[in-house]
């Protein structure tokens, strides 16, 4: 009856020990004699290997084996059956002559010679020569084999170490012995390095600012800014701006080729370069404040019709300018041109939105008497130039900073420039209202315009 303890010892020599000895085999490494015999008591069940049959010795070594067992369990050697006594076969022929006779006869019947059976020896058994016990174990080629393997593993592993492990440290510390030694070979090289970082923070684009040592730089981004202000001085828009930045804190910002754009409710009313290098924006906690100039070409709307607390105020770096920056005027820093396509499309805009934002003060003059200021179409030849967008918006921004009245409307709005057939027109107004044309016609000249310039006009 097989045992807990049988089934165990089979799993382990079916899933050890005879993978091991597999790998032996196809090597070599052990006997063909081994072999046969591991193979044999394998295939055995295990009641058979263990039940405790009769026993007898291996002829080779010794060792007590069973009767069914065919191979030594010690040494491997074949059984070998012990020698039987050869089997007694009685004579059939007379040994005289060689007449047949038979086990009764004593005497020959062919020849008389008398017929003398001695008992027939026994053969003893011959003992028979046991086969020379085969080295077991492995030969000194499967010794040096697997030494070959143990010694790569090593080296493998040994090489991994290495490669992931100390050449890393070996990189760090020939890293910081070389900036060591690079410290020590000029010790002047330290102050030259903060010297060139302090002089290229000045002409950083981003505006860097010396925060007590001069190896050490602040950077101050770009800030955030809101309009607090607008103004007139002469046809110039004075914008007050107010800036914010957490990075730039108590130092300044310098940066060169920024946009400021202004916007109210959707559309751009100034727009111009500046280049704060050379006025820096000086920070104090985190804020700051400046004035900027926008000249006639710059914002497209007059000043006392941008809503500041709806307006909203964009800085965008790297701008390229189209010209030089206007001069500074009464403190505020004057910027440059933006592109010229630019000046032309904003000022398309604004004329349309000057239109509809006349129309209501315009109709006033129905019954009343007002000037004419000027009358131009696009692309109109007069006064040495092609008239664009850009020269017609600005000449309407010169006249209202010169009379905060003037209205700007469309001719072909109105039935006194559709009865003389002038309906193609953009056409400047003074905004003065006077009770009749004569009175009209002598506020022209009082006012510095020749009856060229200026005339008297009711729109009904």
Known sequence: MRTEHDNSF???????????????????????????AVLYWHRQPVDNRMKGDAMMPCQSCGAPMGEQDKFCMRCGAARQEPARPAATNPSTVCPACGAAID????????????????????????????????????????????????????????????????????????????????????????????EDTADSGDADARGHASAGDESRTVVCTVPDASLSD??????????????????????????????????????????????????????????????????????????????????SVELTEGATASGASAAAAEGALGGANIAD???????????????????????????????????????????????????IYEQFLQRRAKHPNALFIWSGDYPTYQENGTTDFYVILSGEGFGSAADATAWCPANGYSTDDCIAVNLQ
């Open 341 to 391: 396509a630019d000046i032309e499309r904003y000022a398309q805009l604004a004329m349309s939105w000057q239109l509809d934002h006349d129309t209501t003060a315009a109709n006033a003059f129905y019954s009343t008497f007002t000037t004419q200021l000027s009358s131009k179409q696009y692309g109109m030849q007069v006064e040495g130039k092609t008239w664009k967008y850009r020269d």
């Open 230 to 311: 607008v103004r007139l001085r002469g046809t110039l828009l004075i914008a007050s701006v107010d800036f914010e930045s957490e990075s730039c804190g108590d130092s300044s910002y310098s940066a060169a080729g920024v946009q400021v754009t202004i916007q109210d409710d959707g559309n751009v009313v100034a727009a111009a370069i500046y280049d704060f290098g050379d006025d820096p924006l000086e920070f104090d906690d985190g804020t700051a404040q400046a004035d900027l100039a926008f000249t006639t070409v710059q914002y497209w709307r007059p000043y006392d019709q941008i809503d500041v607390s709806d307006a």
């Open 10 to 36: 089979r799993k382990w020599v079916v899933l050890f020990l005879y993978p091991m000895l597999a790998i032996l085999f196809r090597r070599r490494y052990i006997s063909t004699d081994m072999r046969e």
């Open 103 to 194: 086990d009764s006869m004593r005497f020959c019947m062919h020849c008389g010679a008398e017929l003398f059976r001695p008992a027939a020896p026994v053969a003893s058994a011959v003992p028979v020569e046991p086969e020379p016990q085969r080295k077991r174990g492995m030969t000194k080629g499967a010794v040096a084999a697997i030494a070959a393997v143990v010694v790569a593993v090593i080296a493998i592993a040994a090489f991994g170490v290495w490669w992931f492990v100390l050449r890393d440290d070996a990189s760090a510390q020939s890293g910081t012995a070389g900036t060591s030694l690079s410290g020590k070979s000029s010790e002047s090289s330290d102050s030259n390095d903060a």
